[in-house]
């Protein structure tokens, strides 16, 4: 697991996770295996971005900005009302035009339907953006840092889990015209072996 997925997935646990469960109507198993999708798809996409210097310079910005980690030391209060943050206005920067067909993939993966799966990807990326932020700020980033930083976890990720990290470059590339449910089922299984 990469440094960035842990900040988020350890942050979770326990009365978080079951809080998030609760809220979208589903198991808490079931939330647990979405985050463990969530993250590193936010995170790939997010990598994806920065690999342009305009794209590490916005994120780098919008990082500055709005997300210094500070999310973190409310949780509870987050989880519990997710509307405090801009999830849904992060994930139209991070995904686009394809948040639709993620948000499908990602319900058809962990058999959410597809409001609850858009609500879990809105409630996880103020998140993931707020672990970004908080090391970006310890580590004294700058846009190009930031990007290293990105492809750096991506890699990591991808070395712990191909398939997976392949299947997750394919629906942030995919034009609405396959599925890799049942691959990306087995790899929310064990995504973090």
Do not use: W
């Not at 994806?48 to 310079?57: I, T």
């Not at 943050?85 to 920067?93: M, S, V």
């Not at 889990?161 to 691959?183: C, F, K, R, T, V």
């Amino acid at each position: 697991m990469n440094a960035l997925t842990q900040i988020v997935t350890q942050q979770l646990a326990g009365g978080a996770s079951r809080t998030i469960a609760q809220r979208l109507g589903v198991s808490e198993a079931t939330a647990n295996t979405a985050v463990q999708v969530a993250v590193p798809l936010i995170l790939a996409a997010l990598a994806r971005n920065a690999n342009q210097p305009q794209g590490a310079q916005s994120l780098h910005d919008a990082i500055n900005k709005d997300h210094d980690g500070s999310i973190f030391d409310n949780l509870m209060g987050y989880v519990s009302n997710p509307q405090t943050a801009n999830g849904a206005g992060i994930l139209g920067h991070v995904f686009g035009t394809q948040q639709p067909a993620i948000q499908n993939n990602l319900a058809q993966a962990t058999g959410m339907d597809q409001n609850s799966a858009a609500g879990l990807l809105e409630t996880v990326a103020p998140l993931v953006m707020g672990a970004v932020g908080r090391t970006q700020q310890q580590e004294g980033l700058d846009p190009s840092g930031l990007s290293n930083l990105l492809n750096q976890q991506q890699q990591q990720a991808q070395t712990n889990a191909p398939g997976a990290m392949g299947i997750l470059s394919s629906m942030l590339d995919q034009n609405n015209d396959g599925s890799a449910m049942d691959d990306l089922k087995r790899m929310a299984a064990g995504f973090f072996k």
